[in-house]
T-cell receptor
Framework: DSGVTQTPKHLITATGQRVTLRCSPR?????VYWYQQSLDQGLQFLIQ???????AKGNILERFSAQQFPDLHSELNLSSLELGDSALYFC?????????????FGQGTRLTVV | GENVEQHPSTLSVQEGDSAVIKCTYS??????FPWYKQELGKRPQLIID?????GEKKDQRIAVTLNKTAKHFSLHITETQPEDSAVYFC?????????FGAGTTVTVRA
């Protein structure tokens, strides 16, 4: 157990819908990263938050947004879903002792858009 | 932004042989280079990391080397075992963003 919790584990939804993925980082970690992993693909960086503020942004679609709340949990919102958005979405956290430290991954949320 | 390239994309080795995965990065500000292992259906997990002030680090059968001048780093696995079969990702961090390579699928043949 990495200490990073993602909910839900699985999500099936229809095209055009909107979903919210939730991530609770390890206790004390200030950084939260979101990654998308499509079938047989690598880890595509979406966005990073540090202590509530957006710190870095990857190739995140405009239909996607995220935020980190005062209690440090984070949510990734995906709207106007398309079939191609089907993927495994990972959240990772780091930063308990410093900004540049090991990132711990949650078990992922598998999103299926039908 | 940072661009991490990883080679090869697939690697098949005989049990007991060595495996080498190479990565290059573009941003000279990157100073932390972790390697992650992802088994099928599971989360990526850190197996070894190296910082920019170190040229080489070893942990049992795993070693990582870093050449900051050339902007490349490598993972070496010796005496490979069946349980080493997985996808391996290299990554580079500049204090703000952790960027991953595309991954290498390693298959260890018995």
């Amino acid at each position: 157990d990495s200490g990073v919790t993602q909910t839900p584990k699985h999500l099936i939804t229809a095209t055009g819908q909107r979903v919210t993925l939730r991530c609770s980082p390890r206790s004390g970690d200030l950084s939260v990263y979101w990654y998308q992993q499509s079938l047989d693909q690598g880890l595509q960086f979406l966005i990073q938050y540090y202590n509530g503020e957006e710190r870095a942004k990857g190739n995140i679609l405009e239909r996607f947004s995220a935020q980190q709340f005062p209690d440090l949990h984070s949510e990734l919102n995906l709207s106007s879903l398309e079939l191609g958005d089907s993927a495994l979405y990972f959240c990772a956290s780091s930063g308990r002792t410093g900004l540049n430290t090991e990132a711990f991954f949650g078990q992922g949320t598998r999103l299926t858009v039908v | 932004g940072e661009n991490v390239e990883q080679h090869p994309s697939t690697l098949s080795v005989q049990e007991g042989d060595s495996a080498v995965i190479k990565c290059t990065y573009s941003d000279s500000a990157s100073n932390y280079f972790p390697w992650y292992k992802q088994e099928l259906g599971k989360r990526p997990q850190l197996i070894i990391d190296i910082r920019s002030n170190v040229g080489e680090k070893k942990d049992q059968r795993i070693a990582v080397t870093l050449n900051k001048t050339a902007k490349h780093f490598s993972l070496h696995i010796t005496e490979t075992q069946p349980e080493d079969s997985a996808v391996y990702f290299c990554a580079a961090s500049d204090d703000y963003k952790l960027s991953f390579g595309a991954g290498t699928t390693v298959t260890v043949r018995a």
